[in-house]
């Protein structure tokens, strides 16, 4: 009996400190199995590094800030923040995103907006997250106070952190109208103390309490702010955002929160307005994440200003120690504890060794790149991603969706090329109903109105009573106002 206990134990230590443990092997195989030909490369990420990413849907549909365009459907802010229902589909939407994507993932704890949750909803929906081994990040407008973080990262009976880290994606741009203290901003510069406010909290937060953070700065392009974001990137990249994320407008969601026609510009001439605003080539074929009309990725950083990239696209040596590092860790998970990280990359250097000698000379070239090593004692590099993601519109999305449900690939080359992004999709949402992962397009453009107008039935604004009990806030749709220290809101 104790042999046989003393094997089971020594079999899941192996199964564990592998580098891809056989769970999320076996999840990783199933994505790239699931991928298109076309986009399946040496530089693709999906299938090999992630499964994807993951965004929460009809948990807090809810928003007090109107944004133009809202990717929301009219009936989302009819809809009760309710942290009992919140926590509920938090549980089946995890559960069921862990047994399709495997263990590990990045997810968006998105709505709506997510400090209408009263801090405690907020915390525990957090923690279920992270107990179903996904990374949760935020998704904010960042309209909160100093109040509202803390309450979130301290364990109210100890008053010690309850979490070690907090990862927020905070949306800012002058798309969006009705935040404290700037309802309308004329420019994306007016933004800036805001930016710069949102910030502080979390370094504050460190400070006071050693938690730490990994900021995200969301944007969605217009032809009105477009020209906006090389000035935005300068005048953003010191204050401690490690991504910033652009989405150029789609039409979809809410039709009367459309102002503009949206797609004047093309990805191109949006990327270029980017590398202008980083001052440097941003090598985004290097990884690619799923299908390249979706998103551009481009891992690099920061010292002081100068922006170094990490794999150079056109250099050979570096595409080869992107290939080795892939061989040896894939999808390994770095963010593990130090000693099964240690074992982790052991196991990955001897499954392919010849990454360590590469690494040596690729970590001089890299040096180089970020301005040698005075520079680099004197500004220290930090990491910053630069991503673009874009959203499809709704017109597209529902006819290629609805003949993908029929297994029908269509001859028309706009929906076909729609359908062909929808099998590549990065970004996922969890349907425990049907035991699937839908693109987030599909749910924002084909899901979203039914949810949302099922979900305003069961939970009526009217109920004001249990919105207290779960310590939601009051909300409106648009306008001015100002919040307590407790995170109360109230609106002009
Ligand atoms: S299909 Fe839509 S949600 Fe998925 S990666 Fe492409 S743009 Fe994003």
């Known amino acids: 009996m104790r042999v046989a206990d003393a094997i089971r134990r020594l079999r899941a230590l192996e199964q564990k400190t592998r580098p891809e443990p056989p769970e999320l092997e076996a999840a990783l195989e199933r994505r790239w199995a699931q991928l298109p030909e076309a986009i399946r490369g040496p530089s693709q990420m999906l299938g090999r590094r992630s499964t994807g990413c993951e965004g929460t849907h009809g948990v807090f549909p809810r928003c007090d800030l109107a944004c133009t365009p809202c990717y929301h459907s009219r009936d989302s802010n009819r809809v009760r923040t309710d942290g009992d229902h919140t926590a509920r589909e938090i549980g089946s939407q995890m559960k069921n995103a862990r ?18 949750l009263g801090p405690e909803a907020h915390a525990g929906a957090l923690r279920q997250m992270i107990e179903h081994d996904r990374k949760p990040m935020s998704m904010t407008h960042g ?58 909290l979390f370094a504050r937060l460190e400070r006071e309490h050693g938690v730490t953070s990994y900021l995200a700065h969301n944007m969605t392009v217009t032809p009105r702010n477009v020209e906006q974001i090389p000035a935005l990137i300068r005048d953003c990249r010191g204050m401690g955002f490690r991504m910033f994320s652009f989405q150029p ?24 307005r980017i590398e202008r605003g980083v001052g440097a080539r941003l090598h985004y074929r290097a990884m690619q994440w799923g299908d390249p ?67 040596v000379p690729f970590a001089f070239r890299l040096a180089g790149r970020m301005g040698g090593p005075v520079r680099i004692i004197h500004r220290r590099p930090t990491a910053v991603t630069v991503v673009m993601h874009n959203f499809m519109d709704a017109s597209v999305v529902k006819p290629a969706w609805d003949g993908l449900e029929r ?9 076909r090329a729609a359908q062909e992004r929808l099998q590549g999709c990065a970004y996922g949402m969890s349907h425990p109903e049907d035991d699937r992962m839908v693109p987030a397009c599909v749910q924002h453009a084909v899901l979203d109105p039914a949810e949302n107008l099922a979900l305003a039935r069961l939970l009526p604004l009217h109920e004001s009573g249990s919105d207290a009990e779960a310590g939601d806030r009051p909300v409106a749709t648009e306008g001015s106002g100002t919040r307590d220290p407790a995170g109360k809101v109230t609106r002009a």
């Open 293 to 359: 009309r979706c998103n551009r990725t481009a891992h690099g950083g920061f010292s002081g200003d100068r922006y170094w990239t990490l794999f150079d696209q056109d250099d050979p040596r570096d595409i080869r120690m992107r290939d080795l590092f892939m061989a040896a860790a894939g999808g390994m998970d770095f963010a593990s504890s130090k000693p099964l990280l240690f074992t982790r990359l052991l196991r990955a250097l001897a499954r392919e060794p010849r990454a360590l000698f590469a690494a």
């Open 99 to 116: 047994e399709i994507r495997g263990p590990g993932v990045h997810a968006q704890l998105i709505g709506g907006e997510v400090t209408l």
């Open 407 to 415: 297994g029908e690939i269509s001859d028309e080359p706009e929906i």
């Open 143 to 200: 309209d909160f106070d100093y109040e509202y973080l803390e309450t979130l990262a301290l364990d109210p009976e100890t008053g010690r952190p309850r979490f070690s880290h907090l990862s927020f994606a905070g949306h800012f741009d002058t798309t969006m109208h009705g935040r404290r203290g700037i309802k309308r901003a004329r420019s994306e510069a007016e933004l800036n103390p805001y930016r710069r406010r949102f910030c502080e």
């Open 249 to 272: 407008a789609a039409h979809v969601g809410n039709p009367s929160r459309w102002k503009d026609r949206f797609r004047v510009q093309t990805d191109d001439e949006i990327w270029e």
